[in-house]
């Protein structure tokens, strides 16, 4: 069969170094990035401006060569993304982990590996700084006890009057995956957290067929191993899609500008400005209504931490 090279436009549902599945109706070709695309995503001096310039979920110009391959021509524009600062040596630049996404769903657990705030609430401000909507949900409820449960629920419930959703939920609770499969349904939603939370084991309650790997939480570390390795892009049998995400350890603040970091915390909003100092981080400065506001339990004092970690980098919570 001999093919007539056309610019075609698709999207990628799939992301290897160095090569993309590109669909295109219902074909899926291999791509890898034409020169001149690499090219244009780099500083003047060479230096890379992103970890990959491609991401799952973005749309695409692409050539197909023959039956299996193709090249990609350009990126289109994004509407949302979700994006951190890339982890390592070379921090600088940007890692766009999902594009075009409707919404971001953070899972954290109760236990094993256990709840942590400051990665949530990092989560929440990349969503807002990609212009995408975030759901929370609490995984493995099943693994609290009542007294335990009521005092996660206080801290989440929270979170709902910020205006999240808030789901909670266990692959052993039949009623909780229901909620959670109904956030998903006729969305694309991408899928992060730690590694461990359960998020593979969530998605394939939901959907079986998907027959995503799991791993185990090790009882000395505490931490999930890695078993989703890629990014990738799932149709779901009740509507949607979804993207499932390699566990994230490292989640960086990228276009965030973190002097005006509590533009990011709307619980701070009302009192901005009636601080004493009007360049006033809200850190330990005297007078801030900020900190008066934490005293008097206005603004829940994890979130508060959260925001004080962020703004004075202090990395030892993370």
């Known amino acids: 069969m001999e093919f007539i090279l056309t610019h075609e436009q698709g999207r990628i549902i799939r992301a290897r170094t160095g090569f993309y599945d590109v669909q ?3 074909l899926t070709v291999r791509c890898t990035l034409r020169g001149t695309l690499k090219r244009k995503h780099r500083s003047e001096t060479g230096r ?4 990959d310039p491609v991401a799952v979920g973005d749309k695409v110009i ?18 949302t993304k979700f994006s951190r600062q890339y982890a390592g040596k070379h921090g600088d630049i940007e890692q766009v982990i999902v594009a075009n996404a409707h919404q971001v769903v953070a899972v954290v657990s109760t236990l094993m590996p256990p709840l942590n705030f ?22 493995k409820m099943d693994l609290v006890d009542p007294t335990q449960r009521e005092e996660l629920l206080v801290d989440f419930t929270n979170y709902e009057q910020l205006g999240y959703r808030v789901l909670y939920t266990s692959i052993n609770a039949p009623e909780s995956l229901e909620a959670f499969q109904h ?3 006729d969305k694309f939603s991408v899928i992060v957290g730690a590694s461990g939370v359960g998020k593979s084991s969530l998605l394939n309650a939901i959907q079986p067929n998907l027959e ?6 090790g009882i000395k570390t505490q931490k999930g191993r890695h078993t989703t390795t890629l990014v990738e892009l799932f149709p779901l049998d009740f509507g949607g899609e979804v993207a499932d995400t390699p566990g994230i350890r490292e989640v960086g603040l990228w276009g965030v500008d973190t002097e005006n970091l509590e533009y990011y915390f709307p619980e701070m909003e009302p009192y901005l400005g009636n601080c004493k100092y009007n ?3 809200h850190v330990a400065e005297p007078d801030c209504a900020v900190q008066d506001a934490v005293e008097t339990g206005e603004i829940h ?14 990395t030892t919570e993370f």
């Open 24 to 26: 295109h109706g219902d």
């Open 48 to 51: 890379r401006l992103y970890a």
């Open 62 to 79: 692409f050539t197909q060569l023959d039956e299996e391959e193709g090249v990609v021509e350009d990126i289109l524009p994004r509407q």
């Open 118 to 139: 400051r990665t949530l609430d990092r989560f929440l401000i990349l969503a807002e700084a990609g212009d995408m909507e975030a759901v929370i949900c609490l995984n």
């Open 183 to 185: 956030e998903l349904t």
């Open 212 to 217: 995503l790997r799991i791993g185990e939480v």
């Open 279 to 281: 360049d006033c981080a």
């Open 301 to 314: 004092a994890e979130r508060y931490r959260s925001y004080v970690v962020l703004r004075t980098e202090d």
